[in-house]
């Protein structure tokens, strides 16, 4: 047995004795979505709920299921005060009425919060296997966590052989770990929305968009899917992405994407974190090709710009006719959160040949209410300021706004909305002296 | 004579010759404030009044006074179409009823707005003399002029004696120039206004946020002028600036800016435009401490961060109960413009040491209205968002909202509103779930 395999099997414990190193006002970060610990997280559950754990405060991006049904459950709510960075399903229901805290953020700046603006007592994480180096991976998620992990007095992980061994930042040595537990369960599945009619027409502008050679970031998604389906005669596009999803091996695999002409990381397909199906962790596991780095790095705007002919594509919720855009807010409370959108926004403007695009639908609600609107109802939150916005798209064509009057941008943004809201949005552009 | 001066005289002309070729529907870019060139704005004034000239498009960014008096006449506007990158006093009234166009944007995208975005047929700006070597400077006017003079078809330049020679990359060979006219003018003076009770105490609690060694930037007003003032006891600060203004050179004069400390550009005072008094303008002619760039530099978010400890100070108009701040909105109305204000708040934030800090009183009309709302009226433009804002200044203290959550930043913001308006604000913040 080599020593590092000694010094893991020193450390190697069961979740609950891992978790009786949390002690009383503790503040707790969990690694975000895929790595979720579930062993770890219900292990801190069971001694929550058992009155040996309080004032307790937990910091996590995207939670999913894993920390719904333990540190996100009600009755833990006295003793656990959950933050948010980005609100999912998972905790839009305690965002809205207080439960759960959000905080505002751009994702490259939450490392920066990690180490600069908190004080974490304790990080828990899923990691991949240790090697014969002694070394982990975080595996499928990058992003805060590595940063967190380092930034803490005690770092627990939970190795799950399902996690894919991922190179590029992503390392964690045994040295640095305070106690390891092992579980291994099948990782969180995450799979796009049936395509809508409305996907293949936006898709259809965007992709024309996309250059040979390009670099690309893409979300997850009915639009994304539908693009990365009409690339697929495209020539040696790259990613630079914050989500890597199954549709981008798919071009992988079909020699779409081999990302030889990148300027940043060449033949290296770079992530933060990746979402996905079984298949995807699969072929992401072990596969040099593929490179993680935290989000400081991959969603830095200026890094993101060293990228020439960078295309970036997100999604909005609604945008006023001065082309400021909402992707997080809904009826008055959090929805979801900034993310990486305005990250990849400003550093895919300023990638030499680079573009920034925001697709959307131009109706919700089937139909009945206008994703355009002339303007957003009192407080709500600003995503993208109108001075970033560059691209926006619906199924009625894409329009460029950089370099517009305010003139200009309403008559812009009237022109892809549905047509028949076209004639009160220009009532209400003229009543607001834009045209 | 030199061959310089030779070409300086066969391509010097009159103001009616420089613009007589200037076609109907050409655009045109004049110099920004005090490179305004006025004998070459009145000439084009002249040719349109005349009838000789349709459909102009001209574009200012803060139109001042030589273009109120020319270009900006009422009786000028169905053949001249102004574009304003930044509103103020010369075209507020005439944006608000859709005379003037207003065009969103970032101070340091213009020049990138000027190359890939537009198309410029004539520049006219106004210049320091020529030398012996055939430069002509841009003299107090960096920013986009710069920029604009070598993206266009014709360059006209008005050579003002009274122009400071400004070193930094702030030079234009006659070789690059089509024509020349001169006309000796003073240049505009701003005359500081008396300090209130509010900007005393903003002064200082500022100024003592900003440690030894650092590098700031200053905007145009009583705040900013009652920061210098408490800073006179400060060491070996540096000046990277988008305005420099006349309480640097006191602070100059009197050994407390020395820029020796400076982590870019030490010893030099960097800045993109001036405006101040005749005292100043003569401290910055020939003096190789000044150091002007385009603004696509001196404002770029990348290269304000590469100085550690820089201390950017702005105001605002209004701030809510998210962090969400309007600098540029007022009554439904473009009342200014986004200006470098969202370039320096994440660049001072991304550098070493540095600090983003917007400063403004609480309340306004007298103190019946408060500049800390709940939520911003319908259609409110956001200048700097939440997930920028860092620290926030009243007269009644000083709070820094990164990394906090919704709660703690409504709590935060409401303890430096107004006392008489507290209450109002806590309820309205429970209203919206926030606390």
Same mark, same amino acid.
């Given at each position: 047995?080599?020593? #590092?395999?000694?010094?893991?099997?020193?450390?190697?414990?069961?979740?609950?004795?891992?978790?009786?190193?949390?002690?009383?006002?503790?503040?707790?970060?969990?690694? +975000?979505?895929?790595?979720?610990?579930?062993?770890?997280?219900?292990?801190?559950?069971?001694?929550?709920?058992?009155? +040996?754990?309080?004032?307790?405060?937990?910091?996590? +991006?995207?939670?999913?299921?894993?920390?719904?049904?333990?540190?996100?459950?009600?009755?833990?709510?006295?003793?656990?005060?959950?933050?948010?960075?980005?609100?999912?399903?998972?905790?839009?229901?305690?965002?809205?009425?207080?439960?759960?805290? #959000?905080?505002?953020?751009?994702?490259?700046?939450?490392?920066?919060?990690?180490?600069?603006?908190?004080?974490?007592?304790?990080?828990?994480?899923?990691?991949?296997?240790?090697?014969?180096?002694?070394?982990?991976?975080?595996?499928?998620?990058?992003?805060?966590?590595?940063?967190?992990?380092?930034?803490?007095?005690?770092?627990?992980?939970?190795?799950?052989?399902?996690?894919?061994?991922?190179?590029?930042?992503?390392?964690?040595?045994?040295?640095?770990?305070?106690?390891?537990?092992?579980?291994?369960?099948?990782?969180?599945?995450?799979?796009?929305?049936?395509?809508?009619?409305?996907?293949?027409?936006?898709?259809?502008?965007?992709?024309?968009?996309?250059?040979?050679?390009?670099?690309?970031?893409?979300?997850?998604?009915?639009?994304?899917?539908?693009?990365?389906?009409?690339?697929?005669?495209?020539?040696?596009?790259?990613?630079?992405?914050?989500?890597?999803?199954?549709?981008?091996?798919?071009?992988?695999?079909?020699?779409?994407?081999?990302?030889?002409?990148?300027?940043?990381?060449?033949?290296?397909?770079?992530?933060?974190?990746?979402?996905?199906?079984?298949?995807?962790?699969?072929?992401?596991?072990?596969?040099?090709?593929?490179?993680? #780095?935290?989000?400081?790095?991959?969603?830095?705007?200026?890094?993101?710009?060293?990228?020439?002919?960078?295309?970036?594509?997100?999604?909005?919720?609604?945008?006023?006719?001065?082309?400021?855009?909402?992707?997080?807010?809904?009826?008055?409370?959090?929805?979801?959160?900034?993310?990486?959108?305005?990250?990849?926004?400003?550093?895919?403007?300023? +990638?030499?040949?680079?573009?920034?695009?925001?697709?959307? #639908?131009?109706?919700?609600?089937?139909?009945?209410?206008?994703?355009?609107?002339?303007?957003?109802?009192?407080?709500t939150v600003i995503t993208i300021p109108r001075m970033d916005t560059h691209y926006l798209a619906t199924e009625y064509g894409v329009v460029n706004l950089k370099g517009k009057s305010t003139r200009d941008r309403a008559l812009d943004i009237i022109n892809i909305a549905h047509p028949k809201f076209r004639d009160e949005l220009l009532r209400e552009a003229e009543n607001m002296y834009l045209i | 004579m030199s061959g310089y001066f030779e070409e300086y005289r066969k391509k010097l002309t009159t103001p009616e010759k420089a613009v007589a070729d200037i076609q109907d529907g050409a655009t045109i870019v004049p110099g920004m404030v005090n490179a305004e060139p006025f004998a070459l704005l009145a000439a084009i004034a002249d040719r349109a009044r005349q009838g000789d000239l349709k459909n102009i498009s001209v574009y200012f960014l803060h139109p001042a006074e030589n273009a109120a008096m020319t270009i900006l006449a009422p009786d000028l506007c169905d053949c001249i179409q102004v574009y304003t990158w930044f509103v103020g006093l010369a075209d507020r009234a005439r944006v608000r009823v859709g005379l003037n166009y207003f065009v969103p944007n970032y101070f340091h995208q213009i020049p990138r707005l000027l190359k890939d975005f537009m198309q410029i047929d004539v520049t006219v700006a106004t210049v320091s003399p020529m030398d012996k070597a055939g430069y002509f400077t841009f003299g107090t006017s960096n920013d986009y002029t710069s920029t604009a003079a070598r993206y266009c078809r014709k360059l006209i330049v008005e050579v003002n004696e009274q122009m400071p020679r400004i070193f930094g990359d702030s030079l234009l060979h006659i070789s690059e120039v089509d024509a020349v006219v001169e006309n000796s003018a003073?240049?505009?003076?701003?005359?500081?206004?008396?300090?209130?009770?509010?900007?005393?105490?903003?002064?200082?609690?500022?100024?003592? &946020?900003?440690?030894?060694?650092?590098?700031?930037?200053?905007?145009?007003?009583?705040?900013?002028?009652?920061?210098?003032?408490?800073?006179?006891?400060?060491?070996?600060?540096?000046?990277?600036?988008?305005?420099?203004?006349?309480?640097?050179?006191?602070?100059?004069?009197?050994?407390?800016?020395?820029?020796?400390?400076?982590?870019?550009?030490?010893?030099?005072?960097?800045?993109?435009?001036?405006?101040?008094?005749?005292? &100043?303008?003569?401290?910055?002619?020939?003096?190789?401490?000044?150091?002007?760039? $385009?603004?696509?530099?001196?404002?770029?978010?990348?290269?304000?961060?590469?100085?550690?400890?820089?201390?950017?100070?702005?105001?605002?108009?209004?701030?809510?109960?998210?962090?969400?701040?309007?600098?540029?909105?007022?009554?439904?109305?473009?009342?200014?413009?986004?200006?470098?204000?969202?370039?320096?708040?994440?660049?001072?934030?991304?550098?070493?040491?540095?600090?983003?800090?917007?400063?403004?009183?609480?309340?306004?009309?007298?103190?019946?209205?408060?500049?800390?709302? $709940?939520?911003?009226?319908?259609?409110?433009?956001?200048?700097?968002?939440?997930?920028?804002?860092?620290?926030?200044?009243?007269?009644?203290?000083?709070?820094?909202?990164?990394?906090?959550?919704?709660?703690?930043?409504?709590?935060?913001?409401?303890?430096?509103?107004? $006392?008489?308006?507290?209450?109002?604000?806590?309820?309205?913040?429970?209203?919206?779930?926030?606390?």
């Amino acid at each position: 047995m080599n020593i #590092y395999a000694a010094e893991y099997k020193k450390k190697l414990t069961t979740p609950e004795k891992a978790v009786e190193l949390i002690k009383n006002g503790d503040t707790l970060v969990n690694g +975000s979505t895929i790595s979720e610990p579930p062993a770890l997280l219900a292990a801190v559950a069971d001694r929550a709920r058992e009155g +040996s754990l309080k004032d307790i405060k937990v910091y996590s +991006s995207l939670p999913m299921e894993y920390a719904a049904k333990t540190v996100l459950s009600p009755d833990l709510s006295d003793c656990i005060q959950a933050y948010s960075w980005f609100v999912t399903a998972a905790d839009r229901a305690r965002v809205k009425v207080g439960l759960s805290y #959000y905080v505002p953020n751009y994702i490259h700046q939450i490392p920066r919060l990690c180490s600069d603006y908190m004080d974490i007592d304790v990080v828990i994480t899923t990691v991949s296997p240790m090697d014969k180096a002694g070394y982990f991976t975080f595996g499928a998620v990058n992003d805060y966590t590595s940063v967190a992990a380092r930034n803490c007095k005690t770092l627990v992980v939970e190795v799950n052989e399902n996690m894919p061994r991922v190179f590029g930042d992503s390392l964690l040595h045994i040295s640095e770990v305070t106690a390891v537990v092992e579980n291994h369960v099948p990782l969180l599945e995450m799979t796009s929305p049936e395509p809508k009619p409305e996907d293949e027409i936006i898709a259809r502008h965007i992709a024309e968009m996309v250059p040979d050679g390009a670099t690309i970031e893409l979300g997850l998604g009915g639009i994304p899917n539908a693009i990365a389906h009409l690339l697929e005669g495209r020539k040696d596009l790259g990613i630079h992405t914050g989500v890597f999803v199954p549709v981008m091996v798919d071009l992988i695999e079909k020699g779409v994407i081999t990302g030889r002409k990148k300027n940043l990381h060449p033949r290296k397909h770079v992530f933060m974190v990746a979402q996905g199906t079984r298949r995807m962790y699969d072929f992401i596991n072990d596969n040099l090709s593929m490179e993680s #780095y935290p989000a400081s790095y991959t969603e830095d705007p200026s890094i993101i710009a060293q990228n020439d002919n960078m295309i970036s594509v997100n999604t909005i919720i609604e945008v006023d006719l001065t082309g400021q855009c909402n992707a997080e807010y809904l009826a008055g409370s959090q929805f979801s959160g900034t993310g990486g959108q305005l990250d990849f926004v400003r550093g895919a403007f300023n +990638s030499k040949g680079g573009k920034s695009i925001q697709a959307f #639908y131009s109706t919700a609600k089937k139909g009945k209410a206008s994703r355009i609107v002339s303007r957003f109802e009192p407080g709500t939150v600003i995503t993208i300021p109108r001075m970033d916005t560059h691209y926006l798209a619906t199924e009625y064509g894409v329009v460029n706004l950089k370099g517009k009057s305010t003139r200009d941008r309403a008559l812009d943004i009237i022109n892809i909305a549905h047509p028949k809201f076209r004639d009160e949005l220009l009532r209400e552009a003229e009543n607001m002296y834009l045209i | 004579m030199s061959g310089y001066f030779e070409e300086y005289r066969k391509k010097l002309t009159t103001p009616e010759k420089a613009v007589a070729d200037i076609q109907d529907g050409a655009t045109i870019v004049p110099g920004m404030v005090n490179a305004e060139p006025f004998a070459l704005l009145a000439a084009i004034a002249d040719r349109a009044r005349q009838g000789d000239l349709k459909n102009i498009s001209v574009y200012f960014l803060h139109p001042a006074e030589n273009a109120a008096m020319t270009i900006l006449a009422p009786d000028l506007c169905d053949c001249i179409q102004v574009y304003t990158w930044f509103v103020g006093l010369a075209d507020r009234a005439r944006v608000r009823v859709g005379l003037n166009y207003f065009v969103p944007n970032y101070f340091h995208q213009i020049p990138r707005l000027l190359k890939d975005f537009m198309q410029i047929d004539v520049t006219v700006a106004t210049v320091s003399p020529m030398d012996k070597a055939g430069y002509f400077t841009f003299g107090t006017s960096n920013d986009y002029t710069s920029t604009a003079a070598r993206y266009c078809r014709k360059l006209i330049v008005e050579v003002n004696e009274q122009m400071p020679r400004i070193f930094g990359d702030s030079l234009l060979h006659i070789s690059e120039v089509d024509a020349v006219v001169e006309n000796s003018a003073p240049l505009f003076e701003s005359i500081p206004q008396e300090l209130d009770t509010e900007d005393e105490i903003i002064g200082k609690s500022v100024a003592g &946020m900003v440690p030894d060694g650092a590098t700031i930037q200053l905007g145009a007003g009583n705040v900013p002028n009652a920061i210098a003032h408490y800073l006179v006891g400060h060491k070996d600060l540096g000046i990277h600036t988008e305005l420099f203004c006349p309480s640097m050179v006191d602070l100059i004069e009197k050994g407390v800016v020395t820029g020796r400390r400076k982590t870019l550009h030490p010893r030099k005072n960097v800045f993109t435009f001036a405006r101040g008094t005749k005292r &100043m303008y003569e401290f910055m002619d020939n003096n190789p401490t000044m150091e002007s760039y $385009p603004v696509s530099y001196v404002n770029d978010p990348a290269v304000i961060a590469q100085n550690e400890n820089m201390i950017s100070i702005n105001s605002i108009l209004e701030v809510d109960l998210l962090g969400q701040c309007n600098a540029e909105f007022m009554g439904g109305y473009q009342f200014s413009g986004t200006g470098g204000q969202l370039d320096f708040v994440r660049g001072a934030f991304d550098s070493k040491g540095g600090k983003s800090i917007l400063a403004f009183h609480s309340t306004a009309k007298s103190g019946e209205v408060s500049r800390v709302v $709940p939520r911003f009226e319908a259609g409110t433009v956001v200048t700097t968002p939440r997930m920028d804002a860092q620290y926030l200044v009243t007269e009644q203290g000083v709070i820094d909202l990164k990394g906090k959550s919704t709660r703690e930043r409504a709590l935060d913001i409401i303890s430096i509103a107004h $006392p008489k308006f507290k209450d109002g604000l806590m309820r309205e913040a429970e209203n919206m779930y926030l606390i």
